[in-house]
C-alpha cells in the first residue's frame, strides 16, 4: 500500500520524516511517497485535500478539519519559536502598520498572528518564505515576516526585528505558539490510520536516537548550508510537543482556532481537531 506524506524542506521536517520515508523503520507493509514542498504550498493542497498524510500550518488546518485529523506526533509549537517581523531600520508601530509587509503565505500561521497582533497592517504581500529578507533588504517591501531558518540570519544580513510575534502570542495567550501540525485524512481505515500514526512516532524517535543519520536528507532541502543554523533550528523547533502532543500544546491549538473563528477567518464548524478524540 502506497500513501502520499507531505513536509516542508525545512530542517524540522526532513529531520523526522526521514526514517519513515525511507524505510529506516518498520512501516508496516506502507510506502511512504514523500512530497516536499514550501509551507504556503503544501496550506494550499491541503485545503483542495491532495495528501493522505501533510504538514500544514495550523491556521490552514482550521479551513479543513472535516477532513484532516492532527496527529498527537510530529507538530512544530513552541516558545520563542515565532514568526519575527524585520526592516531595514527601526520603525516605529505606525508606521510599520501602513507600509508594505511581505508574508510568507495568506494561509500559514504567521500572517494570522500577524492579523491578530496588527490588524490594521493591511497590506501585505504573500512571497516564498526564501525570498523575504532579500525583499526588505532591496527596499520592495517595508518590513517581513520571517520563518524558519531566516530567524537566525537576518541580523547578519543587517535587518533588524521590530516584533516577536512569537512573544506577542505568548504574553497574549499565555501558552506556546502552534505553528504547524501533520494532517491525516479522515477517509483512511482506521487501521491504515494507526499504522501511519506508529511510523511518525517510531520516525522521530529514530532521528531522536540518530541524529546524523538525516544529515544528507536535511542539507539537500535546507535553505542555508551552514550546519550550525540546521543544528539551531532542529533544536529549537523539534521538542517535546514534537514527540508527543500534551494537554498544554491540544489547548493552544485550540485557542488559535478559537481566535480565528471569533474574527470569522475560518469557517465556524470545528469537529473534533486530533486524532485520538
Not at 529531520?15 to 512530497?35: C, L, R, S
Not at 537576518?154 to 516577536?164: E, R, S
Request: charged share 25%; hydrophobic share 40%; glycine share 6%.
Amino acid at each position: 500500500m502506497k500513501l502520499s506524506i507531505a513536509f516542508s524542506t525545512c530542517p524540522n521536517d526532513t529531520f523526522i520524516f526521514d526514517a519513515m520515508v525511507h524505510g529506516k523503520i518498520d512501516t508496516e507493509g506502507i510506502e511512504y511517497v514523500p512530497v516536499i514542498a514550501d509551507i504556503e504550498e503544501l496550506n494550499k493542497r491541503a485545503i483542495a485535500t491532495s495528501y493522505d498524510i501533510t504538514k500544514m500550518s495550523f491556521y490552514a488546518f482550521g479551513f479543513v478539519i472535516d477532513q484532516y485529523a492532527v496527529l498527537p506526533y510530529g507538530n512544530a509549537l513552541g516558545h520563542g519559536v515565532g514568526p519575527v517581523l524585520v526592516a531595514r531600520e527601526p520603525m516605529d508601530e505606525e508606521d510599520f502598520v501602513k507600509g508594505k509587509i511581505a508574508v510568507p503565505g495568506q494561509y500559514t500561521t504567521a500572517s494570522f498572528i500577524l492579523n491578530l497582533a496588527y490588524p490594521q497592517a493591511k497590506n501585505t504581500v504573500p512571497m516564498l518564505f526564501s525570498t523575504i529578507e532579500a525583499a526588505v533588504l532591496s527596499g520592495e517591501v517595508d518590513a517581513g515576516l520571517l520563518i524558519h531558518e531566516n530567524r537566525f540570519t537576518y541580523a547578519d544580513k543587517g535587518l533588524v526585528k521590530l516584533v516577536d510575534l512569537g512573544e506577542f502570542w505568548e504574553k497574549e495567550m499565555n501558552m506556546p505558539i502552534p505553528l504547524g501540525g501533520i494532517g491525516i485524512r479522515r477517509f483512511l481505515p482506521r487501521s491504515v490510520q494507526e499504522k501511519v500514526l506508529r511510523a511518525v512516532k517510531n520516525s522521530i524517535e529514530y532521528a531522536f536516537e540518530n541524529p546524523e543519520d538525516s544529515a544528507a536528507f536535511i542539507k539537500r532541502y535546507a535553505d542555508t548550508p551552514d550546519p550550525e543554523i540546521v543544528k539551531k533550528h532542529i533544536e529549537l523547533y523539534v521538542n517535546d510537543y514534537t514527540r508527543e502532543l500534551d494537554e498544554t500544546g491540544r489547548e493552544a491549538i485550540r485557542s488559535l482556532f478559537i481566535k480565528a473563528r471569533e474574527r470569522e477567518l475560518i469557517p465556524p464548524y470545528v469537529p473534533s481537531i486530533f486524532f485520538d478524540e
